[in-house]
């Protein structure tokens, strides 16, 4: 196919062209880079010798001010910008977070504004083409921010290394976007209600994973990794956390905050022991192997895994006509009844393995209904006397 002729117009460094039997424009502006290499900067397909002549005034305003990285970068599209991003925050990465952010901008952000150069990305692409067809979806106010928030992150990360001179867009419009209802912690009468249930409806091993939830304000995936051998100290009476645990295997937490070790008081220790000669038991006589010692089993021997506490969590919130909780909400619940009874910020954050700005933002709640004196709580909804194991559930 024979190359478009250009004719110069009277723009110096712009062009006109015919595509399609349409008249169409372009520049092309020699500069020296960083190196002193000289290198040529073009573009095309404007549909006004005026666009075209402003976008050529912005490429040489760059470049008198210095900017020639904003140049060389001009045409990285989104998905490209989101490449260098995750290669330059990888080490510093937990696979984790790396799988959470290449999930998110994969399935959202890439597969509807991928293609669109960076210095195109304004409100309009923002909303018309990333956020609006979520919300069509019906994605929630939530859901939308945090996509919201990891687009945010790769723009800003362009600007503070000069591959982009500013971000075109703000916070989209999320009006129309089904509002996401914040329940954070379970209220007095549900968590009674929910560990009744697991103590005389279901097994063991339910009803301790959810008291310890709720009794030390761990992380499910903190408690699928517990090790009889390594952390669990009955003799000094201090749980070890130190590590996580979730599809891919067990690794070390994300912040040096998550290492703790915490007092393991009369109710916990009396659950923990209870459980631990049914473990020993159902090892022994059906020969089950667990050589990596994890605490937390299925009645066929095996650590539970990622999705065992919330498959539960859903049986009995629909059995029992329970609203539905994530098991982060104990984490929030424990949280809160420390809160309620005055214990410092500083204190809870060391528990819960958070910092105190993460308290103050994302915990200072307190229950609807109640504010009650932690410790005289754990003990009312803790029964320890009479754990009556079901035959009903035989997961």
């Known amino acids: 196919m024979a190359r478009e ?51 050529l005034i912005e490429v040489k305003a760059a470049i008198l001010d210095g900017n020639v990285s904003f140049v060389e970068n001009d045409n990285l599209t989104v998905a490209q910008l989101n490449e260098i991003y995750v290669e330059a925050n990888k080490t510093n990465w937990k696979p984790t977070s790396e799988r959470n952010h290449n999930y998110v901008m994969n399935q959202y952000v890439i597969n509807s504004i991928g293609h669109i150069k960076i210095k195109n990305v304004n409100n309009i692409v923002v909303q018309k083409d990333l956020i609006d067809p979520l919300i069509i979806k019906g994605f929630k106010e939530g859901t939308l921010m945090s996509i919201f928030r990891r687009l945010n992150a790769i723009f800003t990360f362009a600007i503070k290394n000069e591959i ?6 703000s916070t ?15 209220s007095i009468d549900e968590i009674t209600r929910v560990l009744e249930i697991a103590r005389t409806k279901y ?21 699928r990794a517990l090790q009889w051998e390594t952390d669990i100290d009955f003799e000094n009476n201090v749980i070890h956390i130190n ?19 915490f007092p393991m008081n009369e109710n916990i220790k009396s659950i923990l022991l209870d459980y631990k000669k049914w473990y020993e038991e159902i090892m022994e006589t059906y020969k089950f192997r667990n050589p990596d010692g994890y605490v937390f089993v299925t009645y ?3 650590p539970i895994g990622e999705r065992y506490l919330k498959r539960i969590i859903d049986l009995i919130c629909e059995r029992e006509n329970i609203t539905h909780f994530t098991p982060h909400y104990l984490r929030h619940t424990f949280v809160t009844i420390q809160l309620s009874n005055k214990i410092p910020v500083s204190t ?6 958070d910092t105190p700005e993460t308290i103050y933002k994302v915990y200072a709640h307190s229950f609807e209904k109640d504010e009650v004196h932690a410790s005289k709580l754990m003990d009312e909804i803790i029964n320890l006397s009479s754990f009556e194991e079901s035959e009903e559930f035989e997961k």
């Open 164 to 169: 982009l001179d500013r971000k075109k867009f």
């Open 300 to 302: 066929a021997g095996e």
């Open 5 to 55: 002729k250009m004719t110069k117009t009277k723009i110096d460094s712009v062009y006109w062209y015919k595509q399609n039997g349409k008249k169409r424009f372009t520049y092309r502006y020699k500069y020296y880079d960083r190196h002193g290499e000289r290198r040529e900067k073009t573009e095309r397909g404007f549909d006004s010798i005026e666009k075209a002549e402003r976008a």
């Open 243 to 261: 590590k996580t645990k979730d599809r891919y295997g067990s690794r070390t937490p994300k912040t040096k905050n998550s290492y703790r070790k």
């Open 172 to 186: 989209p419009n999320l009006s129309r976007a089904t509002e996401s209802i914040k329940r954070n912690a379970l």
């Open 348 to 353: 809870v954050a060391a528990l819960v393995g």
């Open 203 to 223: 097994k063991i091993t339910h009803y301790t994973c959810l008291s310890l939830l709720l009794l030390t304000g761990m992380r499910s995936g903190e408690l």
